[in-house]
């Protein structure tokens, strides 16, 4: 799916199911959260802390909200997320073209 469908797909369901976006601000606090869930699964699963009783290992799920979320953001604020992303890509490769490369904590194994 390309990321202009999934824009598309999140803006008809918010107005056909979801009935209307929540405010800006209150998808900033949802994005926050879905955040913290998915660091919540990466800590139990990569990190030191165990699944507590009950817990499930939902790491594509938990990754999908924070993108459902934000993807709403985008659509609320306007933002064209494949020019956003290629304009990252644009930055990111003239910024970072040597420094990776040059980096003995990267290279050195």
Same mark, same amino acid.
């Given at each position: 799916?390309?990321?202009?469908?999934?824009?598309? &797909?999140?803006?008809?369901?918010?107005?056909?199911?979801?009935?209307?976006?929540?405010?800006?601000?209150?998808? +900033?606090?949802?994005?926050?959260? /879905?955040?913290? %869930?998915?660091?919540?699964?990466? #800590? &139990?699963?990569?990190?030191?802390?165990?699944?507590?009783?009950? /817990?499930? %290992?939902?790491?594509?799920?938990? +990754? #999908?909200?924070?993108?459902?979320? @934000?993807?709403? @953001?985008?659509?609320?604020?306007?933002?064209?997320? %494949? /020019?956003? +992303?290629?304009?990252?890509?644009?930055?990111?490769?003239?910024?970072? &073209?040597?420094?990776? @490369?040059?980096? /003995?904590?990267?290279?050195?194994?």
């Amino acid at each position: 799916m390309e990321l202009k469908e999934l824009q598309q &797909r999140v803006d008809t369901w918010i107005k056909t199911i979801g009935v209307r976006y929540f405010s800006e601000l209150t998808n +900033m606090a949802v994005l926050t959260e /879905e955040v913290g %869930e998915l660091a919540r699964v990466m #800590a &139990r699963k990569y990190g030191d802390q165990s699944f507590k009783a009950g /817990e499930k %290992e939902n790491l594509a799920e938990e +990754m #999908a909200d924070v993108l459902w979320v @934000l993807v709403c @953001l985008a659509n609320q604020t306007g933002v064209d997320l %494949e /020019e956003a +992303m290629e304009a990252t890509f644009r930055k990111k490769t003239e910024r970072d &073209r040597l420094r990776h @490369l040059q980096n /003995e904590k990267l290279t050195a194994k």
